[in-house]
């Protein structure tokens, strides 16, 4: 019964969650955001580090190291202003969202300054300014030379940009393909699934660097030629803004662009070595990372899906209703958006300052629940009923039935299902990649950005995967085979 009040208060609180987020007022704590920073001593910088030279991972003596011209920037501010820097990488698509909700305190992260962003955001004075370009394969550089031979054709960009925008409108009637990542853009391009690619002049010329079948389009002009770069600030933050602009300012005055540029260049070069001496530690932590946190989301989730697979064979009607409605919804909805959910509900919803990994693991651990709740369930209704009626009337009470009796059984049934979910478990982590948890999907993104090179890392994403659920299905036949031998 205390399983079950603490489960009751779970519940309550997400719903009343879920209400103070309609509730405006839940949000307006943003005026004193530099006093928050302040206190915290530490300062949120999110980005996406997809966007070299501005900002991306390289390896540093096997281990992961940010560098770029924004990463420059951020450190500049954070020491001018006494503070800590915490990077926070994400995709470019949630950088807003983040920092609505307070994950960060600034995107500095190549960002143009648009009026739809205007709306919801205040940009810094602009550091930098870039220019528009298209890019192609090389093969394909004979009939793709002007803005008019890309009517019609399929334009790669990366979603939520500046480019995805130009692409709409100044390339006519063109299929525009958004992806997250710029890798997977430059992918698509290199595999031909997209003609040309809008993208901003440096972040092309490092990609080019390292992909010989690509090349500039030449010819192609568009309007809104160049654009500034600036750093995104929450709205009505004056006291950090002024801080910010005097950073910039003196980042201007003594001309640091260009060194940080140099830096940047520096790290962009290729160090030696093959893909397994340079990248072999950036998945090696990932295989880490999967492997806890698959761990703790079929753990715990068995522990929570016990109680709630009891909640849901109860006699009491309201019990299995609410059982019910909760295994419902989490298997009615999808992973990647429980993972959102948790990691921006936590922040924006309940006030709580959770890590990526933390926030992952939470959102593993409550799908997981659901769907173990059904296979306990299941497990112990396969027993059949004359088992009970025969235990009962061998003057066995309900409570030893179960525990003598149908447990010992449906375990049987739960066992290998239980094995099953582990392995799915491990496979749906990788969603966790997108807030940032650094387990093997995240880690190939990163070796993506760090190599240039969109394709090996999936390969080695693949092969890493499946060895660990080959692995963990050979380990489970065993034991079923124990399991029917011991019948
Ligand atoms: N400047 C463009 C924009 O603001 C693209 C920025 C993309 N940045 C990144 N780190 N991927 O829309």
Redesign the pocket.
């Known amino acids: 019964m205390k399983q079950l009040g603490k489960l009751m208060l779970v519940f309550v609180v997400f719903v009343s969650a879920i209400f103070t987020y309609i509730n405006p007022e839940a949000q307006a704590a943003q005026d004193d955001h530099w006093e928050k920073i302040k206190k915290r001593g530490e300062l949120r910088v999110g ?2 580090a ?2 070299a030279p ?2 991306f991972e390289h390896n540093v003596n096997g281990k992961s190291e940010y560098a770029g011209i924004d990463i420059e920037l951020a450190k500049k501010i954070a020491k001018d202003n006494n503070l800590k820097l915490k990077i926070v990488n994400m995709q ?1 698509d949630s950088l807003l969202g983040a920092i609505k909700t307070g994950k960060i305190d600034l995107i500095i ?4 300054p648009t009026p739809e962003r205007k709306k919801e955001l205040d940009f810094s004075d602009p550091y930098m300014s870039v220019t528009q370009k298209m890019i192609i394969k090389k093969s394909e550089a004979d009939h793709l030379k002007t803005i008019d031979d890309f009517a019609n054709k399929k334009i790669g960009v ?1 979603k939520q ?3 995805e925008t130009i692409a709409q409108n100044e390339i006519e009637n063109a299929q525009v393909q958004s992806l997250t990542r ?1 890798p997977e853009v430059i992918m698509s391009l290199k595999s031909g699934k997209v003609d040309g690619m809008v993208i ?1 002049g440096p972040v092309a010329e490092a990609y080019l660097k390292q992909n010989n079948d690509l090349q500039f389009a030449d010819g192609v002009k568009f309007n809104e030629g160049t ?1 500034n ?1 600036a750093i995104a600030v929450p709205k009505n933050s004056p006291v950090l803004m002024n801080k910010l602009n005097s950073s910039i300012k003196d980042v201007k005055d003594k001309g640091l662009i260009a060194d940080y540029k140099e830096k940047a260049a520096e790290a962009m070069k290729k160090d030696d070595g093959n893909f397994i001496t340079k990248y072999g530690s950036f998945f090696l932590k990932g295989i880490k990372n999967t492997i806890l946190i698959s761990i703790v989301g079929v753990l715990l989730g068995t522990v929570f899906g016990a109680m709630i697979a009891l909640l849901k064979l109860s006699k009491v009607k309201p019990l299995r209703w609410l059982a019910s409605a909760y295994i419902e919804f989490l298997r009615g909805t999808p992973l990647l958006v429980q993972v959102f959910l948790v990691y921006f509900g936590t922040t924006a919803v309940l006030g709580l300052d959770i890590s990526a990994l933390i926030c992952g693991m939470i959102a593993l651990v409550i799908n997981c629940s659901a769907y173990i709740a059904e296979i306990i369930r299941a497990g112990i209704n396969a027993v059949d009923k004359g088992q009970t009626e025969a235990a009962r009337s061998l003057g066995l009470s309900y409570g030893q039935t179960m525990k003598s009796v149908i447990l010992p059984q449906a375990i049987k049934n739960i066992l290998p299902a239980l094995g099953n979910e582990f392995v799915t478990v491990i496979k749906e982590s990788s969603i966790v990649s997108v807030i940032g948890v650094s387990e093997i999907m995240f880690n190939a993104q990163v070796v993506q950005g760090a190599s240039f090179d969109p394709f090996t890392p999936l390969i080695v994403a693949a092969i890493l995967y499946f060895i660990l659920t080959f692995t963990l299905s050979r380990v489970m036949y065993f034991f079923e085979g124990r399991l029917k031998v011991s019948d």
């Open positions: 980005l996406s997809d966007y501005y900002e470019f992260s190549g960002m143009t990366q940009t500046q480019q710029v901003e654009k770069t």
